[in-house]
C-alpha cells in the first residue's frame, strides 16, 4: 500500500538569480513538496519512525536552501532532489520552486523537477 504526502506554500528566502540585484539580498522563493511512501507498516504502528516525517523533510530543504547560493533555480532544484534521495525514502518526489519577485507582470516564475526512486 502506498500514499502521497503533500506540503505547499514553503516560505524561503534564498540567494539565487544570475542578476546581480539578484544577489544582493535574500529574495523570496515558494517551495511545494509532494511524495509518495509506502505506508503498510505505518497504517499498522501509527509511529512517525514507520513513515517520511515530513516537518523533518522541510526543515532539512530549507535550510539547505536558506544557507547556500546557486545562479540558477535549477541547479537548488536538483540539489534539494539529490537531498531527498540521500536522506527520504521516498518512492516518488516532485518539488516546485517559484520565484515571486523576478518579473513584473508575473506572481511567479519557477521550475517543477519530478523523480520516481527504485527502491527494489
Given at each position: 500500500m502506498k500514499y502521497k504526502g503533500f506540503?505547499?506554500?514553503?516560505e524561503l528566502n534564498i540567494l539565487v538569480g544570475l542578476h546581480d540585484?539578484?544577489?544582493v539580498k535574500a529574495q523570496p522563493v515558494v517551495m511545494?513538496?509532494?511524495?509518495?511512501v509506502e505506508?503498510?507498516?505505518?497504517?499498522?504502528?501509527?509511529?512517525?519512525?514507520?513513515?517520511?516525517?515530513?516537518?523533518?523533510?522541510v526543515n532539512h530543504l530549507k535550510r539547505i536552501a536558506e544557507s547556500?547560493?546557486?545562479?540558477?533555480?535549477?541547479?537548488?532544484?536538483?540539489?534539494?532532489?539529490s537531498e531527498i534521495e540521500m536522506h527520504f525514502p521516498v518512492?516518488?518526489?516532485?518539488?516546485?520552486?517559484?520565484?515571486?519577485?523576478?518579473?513584473e507582470c508575473a506572481q511567479a516564475c519557477g521550475i517543477v523537477i519530478e523523480r520516481h526512486?527504485?527502491?527494489g
Open positions: 506540503v505547499k506554500g514553503i540585484w539578484e544577489r511545494d513538496i509532494e511524495y509518495e505506508s503498510t507498516r505505518v497504517v499498522e504502528t501509527d509511529q512517525i519512525e514507520d513513515t517520511v516525517n515530513y516537518e523533518a523533510m547556500t547560493e546557486y545562479q540558477l533555480i535549477e541547479s537548488l532544484g536538483h540539489r534539494l532532489i518512492l516518488w518526489f516532485k518539488l516546485s520552486l517559484a520565484k515571486t519577485s523576478v518579473i526512486y527504485d527502491q
